[in-house]
């Protein structure tokens, strides 16, 4: 962690709050944020939720939020479904136990999400403004 964010409360705090450097806000920037949310809220309220503040965060740090940059719904349901599928079997540990249990799998892998989809088709318009659900999507939530 970082020494102003030392656990995933303070880190998604200050990610809520549009203090958190966006150099932070990396591929497992992303994940904390998804394990805050989702042991706070439904599913469905944390993909709203999620969704607003990245769109809000891009913007505030000078980013764009088009076809070809910015937030991204298929990348963000999709790892908002991973982590969850992460997270059944650990609802008694704290947010910073599951986060230190994640990053020690493969599921951490920014590139995870090419088992299931291709490259060129994550970098499409298409998949940028609307979630598509992966072929494989009974294993990825397994």
């Not at 719904?73 to 910073?96: A, P």
Request: proline residues 2%; neutral net charge.
């Amino acid at each position: 962690m970082n020494s102003l964010y030392p656990d995933v409360d303070c880190f998604a705090k200050g990610f809520l709050n549009q203090t958190l450097p966006k150099d932070l806000f990396d591929h497992l920037g992303h994940v904390k944020i998804a394990i805050w949310h989702l042991k706070r809220y439904s599913f469905e309220e944390t993909i709203c939720r999620v969704r607003a503040a990245i769109i809000l965060f891009n913007h505030v740090n000078g980013g764009e939020n088009t076809g070809e940059r910015g937030y991204h719904e298929t990348i963000t349901i999709f790892w908002l479904k991973v982590v969850q599928s992460f997270m059944k079997e650990l609802r008694e540990l704290t947010e910073d136990e599951v986060y230190n249990k994640f990053v020690a799998t493969r599921l951490a892998d920014r590139d995870f999400i090419y088992k299931f989809y291709e490259k060129q088709f994550v970098a499409s318009v298409y998949a940028r403004a609307y979630y598509v659900a992966p072929l494989d999507e009974y294993n990825l939530l397994r």
